[in-house]
Each structure stands twice: as C-alpha cells, then as structure tokens.
C-alpha cells in the first residue's frame, strides 16, 4: 500500500488517538522537559512498507498545535512536505513496528522507569514476578515471571535502533533503555497505553519493593 492510498479518515483517526494520549499523558506529567515521543500506523502493515504518525521533535507536549505530528515511512523519513522534523528517537519506532506490527508505541521517562532500568542495566533486564498487572500482557499464568529488557543508552540512535530486533522478547511489549525510559508497544493506541500503565506501575512497585527490602535488611542489623 502507498501513502497515497492512505485515507484521509484514517490519518485523522491516528492524530486524534494520539491527541488523546497525549494530553492525557501530560497531565500525569509522563513527558518532563519535551521528553517522550508518541506514534500510531496507519494503513496496511508489511515488514516492508508501512506508515505512522508521530510527534515532532523537541516540542512541549503539554499543549497542542497543529505542528505536533508528521507522517513518515517505515525508515522514519517524512511522507509529505514538511518543516517539521520527526522525533529524534524515530528510528526506534521503525524498528519496533518492523519487528512486531504493531498499531501503536508510547515513549516516556518517568523516574521510576529510570531508576529501575539503571538498577538492573548491567544484568539488562528488570526482573518481575507475581504481580497482577501481568496479566495486562495477557499472560495469565499464577505467579508469572517476564523480564523487561533494558538496551543501552547510546547517544546514537541508530546503534540502539540496531539492538533492537535481538532484544524484543515477543511475550513482554516493551523495552527500556537504561537512565532515559520505556518504549511500550501494542495492537493500537488503547492497548499501547494499557500495557505502558502496566509497565508503569511494575516499575513503581519494583522500585518501592527495594526500598522495603533495604529498609527490612536495615533493621535485622
Ligand atoms: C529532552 S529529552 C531528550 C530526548 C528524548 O529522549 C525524547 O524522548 C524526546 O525526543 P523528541 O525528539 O521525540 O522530542
Ligand atoms: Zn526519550
């Protein structure tokens, strides 16, 4: 399918979708500083040809303007004349639909992602076990485990892009890099957001869980 043959309808169900996150997002302060990026695909999917709307780089994502988004191709270069400039870490999203087809992917740094990710960067994965949100991955197994990989946080992105395809476990739809936030990926924006929540609140628990056993080993001394 071309970006031709893309209908106005669709393109316009993507920004809304993602005009909602957004906002929504800002108001849990999930984007500090311009940070974050957001996209949702429109149109068919194959490996090889694929298209998404995404933010612009650098842009407060606290507020709209009708400069917040462009449409770029499965290599991240603009689909129409534009002055924008896609997000910077767009070539991560590239790889990220290329891998799975996915609908949608959210980008946030929140402290509790970074913490946690820099926590267990060496070992490179954060390590989750018998907490409820799971089930948000659909995994519905009592006691389940996953690992949340962690990529390293290369001022290039086309060398953290490059690592990518190998990290990606197909059970667990997200990704973080250490010290700077979590990728989360889903069938479309609904899903995305509900496993980026999902994601959120493993982090916050894992993040609390340290502090208790720190406080706990503390007191037996
Ligand atoms: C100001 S945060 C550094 C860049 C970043 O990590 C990010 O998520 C935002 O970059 P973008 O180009 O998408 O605005
Ligand atoms: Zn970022």
Partial sequence: MAYADILLEQKQAALDDLRGVK?????????????????????DFTPEEFYFAITASGKDKSVHTPEDY?????????????????????????????????GAIFHVHTIDNNLVSDWYGDQGFVPAKGIELIKAFNIWEEDAAIS?????????????????????????????????????????????????EAFEFIFEYTYRRLLLNAAGSNQAR
């Fill in 148 to 196: 949340i990989p962690i990529l390293p946080n290369y001022a290039d992105i086309p060398k953290i892009a490059a690592l990518v395809p190998d990290a990606l476990d197909p059970a667990v739809p997200g990704i973080l890099l250490r010290n700077h936030g979590i990728y989360a990926w889903g069938r479309n924006a609904f899903e995305a957001k509900k496993h980026l």
């Fill in 23 to 43: 906002e929504l997002f800002a108001s849990r302060n999930w984007f500090p500083g311009t940070s974050g990026n957001l996209s949702v695909r429109v149109g």
């Fill in 70 to 102: 462009l449409f770029v191709d499965r290599n991240g270069k603009p689909c129409e004349t534009t002055a924008l400039k896609p997000s910077a870490e767009t070539l991560i999203h590239c790889e990220i639909y290329r891998k799975t087809g996915c």
